[in-house]
């Protein structure tokens, strides 16, 4: 716990027990994250947020999800480090050694891979996004017809005083979507013609990639100085606790987002024509016989994401090397 008097961290005995009970579970029983978290609601043991009053009225107190326990095997401060404004460390007491902390984080990335492995919802699209709310699209289950779904994340959120409004509901069949997505993608890739036209014209735009992304570390470099700045401030007894916590998230969020552009920005293809062009003669000839497996790859090679507008019910699809569908969503 952060004592606001004292301006130190301190070892609260009954939720550290907790924390160590969850990392032996994890990294010596080898449960997982979902078997803990019932484990942990069998025992109608407390919430960070149950304790903190922030629980939400729509769920009852002492109740676990997975994803709060993997929180917990991802934190630093368990292993005695707090990481001030994402990536200084400062000393603070630890609750599990620094051995155990790596094991299950070792022990999680195992269980990633794994997981992967085992993926076997049969659906193309691996990167949508709502137009609605932002969340990602992910397929579930099979629903009442025995069909896969693309079902929004919004819908797991709630808003409004009550919090019992949720986000977002919007889910399309994954036969649908699929079958639109691949047929237009299929169509430029057997015409020729088109091809050339839409990377001709991406060529003709295309911005200097390198530059921005050269200003944007500039700009990431200058605002992560004036947030260091912070912290000398804060540790010569200059500045208040609470305005270096809150001038530090909004330094973080700056920091966050110019990140992000700089991933985005250096992450664009250095376009050759010719292999592009290669690759859709490739696979023209036997591209009404491609598996799952197969046209996934071609997703990938194409770096293809897309948006899925929930009230016009309409697919988009863009390709980082400048090809673009806009596609109606009908029932097939």
């Known amino acids: 716990d952060y004592s606001k008097e004292t301006g130190k961290y301190t070892i609260n005995d009954e939720q550290a027990a907790v924390v160590r009970q969850i990392y032996d579970w994890y990294t010596v029983e080898k449960l997982g994250t979902l078997p803990i978290a019932r484990r942990l609601t069998e025992q109608a043991i407390l919430t960070s947020w149950d304790i903190h009053g922030y629980s939400k009225t729509r769920r009852r107190r002492g109740v676990w999800g997975p994803s709060s326990v993997l ?3 991802k934190n630093h401060n368990y292993k005695g480090e707090y990481l001030w404004a994402g990536d200084i460390a400062i000393e603070i007491p630890a609750i599990v050694s620094v051995a155990q902390w790596q094991a299950a984080q070792e022990q999680k990335d195992r269980n990633t891979k794994h997981a992967l492995r085992n993926t076997r919802h049969p659906y193309l699209l691996r990167r949508l996004r709502c ?5 990602k699209f992910a397929a579930s289950g099979r629903g009442s017809r ?3 779904k693309y079902r929004c994340w919004g819908a797991r959120d709630y808003s409004g005083p009550d919090l ?3 986000v977002c509901s919007g889910y399309f069949l994954v036969d649908t979507i ?3 997505a691949w047929e237009a993608i299929a169509a430029t890739l057997q015409s020729p013609d088109l091809l050339r036209q839409g990377l001709d014209s991406m060529q003709a735009g295309r911005p200097d990639f390198t530059a921005q992304a050269e200003r944007a570390r500039e700009q990431l470099k200058s605002v ?8 000398d401030l804060y540790m010569n007894d200059n500045l208040p606790r609470n305005l270096l916590d809150q001038r530090a998230a909004d330094y973080q969020r700056q920091i966050v987002a110019i990140e992000q552009h700089i991933y985005e920005l250096e992450r664009q293809p250095e376009v050759d024509l ?9 696979v023209r000839e036997g591209i009404g016989h491609l598996d799952l497996e197969e046209r996934r790859q071609v997703i990938d090679l194409l770096d293809i994401y897309g948006q899925l507008d929930p009230e016009k019910k309409t697919l988009t699809l863009v390709s980082a090397y400048g090809l673009r569908w806009q596609i109606a969503i009908i029932s097939l």
């Open 71 to 73: 929180a917990i095997l």
């Open 131 to 135: 137009t609605r709310c932002g969340h």
């Open 146 to 148: 025995g069909s896969f």
């Open 164 to 166: 019992k409004e949720r």
């Open 178 to 180: 699929d079958t639109l």
């Open 224 to 231: 992560t100085i004036e947030r260091d700045k912070l912290l």
């Open 274 to 282: 010719t292999v592009l062009e290669e690759l859709a003669g490739s």
